[in-house]
């Protein structure tokens, strides 16, 4: 890379800065390469906005497969409909980067448990990937030969949180919110939940497995713990956690699959 092109790459870097008890760090948003590559040692974390024009969403409708836009139309609301045909073409055009492929002509996969993967016919059997979509953002991670989940939620203040807590978070979890002062609740309860939707999405099982049989903490930093599986040891170590910071009012946490990687955070051009 020549010293001009670095000097550009630098200036392309977002910086969102994440205020912990005692220190500080951040997530980097970058401009990615225009042919990204994985390798086993990495994860990557790609942040957009689904608030695209009108001409941006009609072009990306013509990406998506007859059962995605099935979806799509389901939506009431055109704003609704709008958010996914985005989400799911962005997802398309990256995928198409990694892969050299073309968006329009990958195929999607589930599991019985609704996690999306790619086809065997469409290349990248190693790429592993995962998307969570709250309000104005969507967030996509990848791997290679390593399952990740990730998942993204607006904070938006809830009147029942303690009984969202009470019926979902484990003891421990439940014990840790408690103690904390009212005004770091908000954030440390959608910490616990992103946390805890971002592993049960890398495990693949969805909500068939239940939010109370393991427990995560709570805290504002960017490691995170898996700190206890009930009756599972094995799983405390099989997974790593790590907090994202998005953006403003966001909470965000990714789940991944072994703890020898490094992040990498790109941010889609609109």
Known sequence: MTENNAARRVAACRTVSVKLSSQRSQNIWCA????????????????????????????????????ELERADRFHFRRDRDNFIAARGMLRVILGRYLSAR?????????????????LDSGGAEVRFN?????????????LGREVGIDLEYMRRQ???????????????ISALRALPAGLRLEAFYNCWTRKEAYIKAMGEGLSFPLDHFAVSIGS????????????????????????????GYAAAIAVEGSDWHLRCWEAAD
């Open 32 to 67: 990615p390469p225009e042919n990204p590559k994985l390798d086993a040692s990495e994860v990557h974390v790609w942040r957009a906005s689904v608030d695209q024009p009108a001409s941006r969403i009609h072009s990306l409708r013509h990406l998506l497969a007859p059962d």
């Open 103 to 119: 968006p329009g002509q990958l195929e999607f996969r589930h599991s019985a448990y609704g996690k999306p993967s790619l086809a």
């Open 131 to 143: 998307l969570s979509h709250s309000h104005n953002l969507v967030l996509y991670a990848f791997t």
């Open 159 to 173: 009147e029942e949180m303690d009984g969202i807590a009470e019926r979902f978070f484990s003891a421990p979890e």
């Open 221 to 248: 930093r960017e490691e995170v713990l898996l700190l206890d599986v009930f009756g599972c040891p094995q799983e405390n170590t099989r997974w790593s956690l790590r907090q994202l910071k998005p953006g403003e």
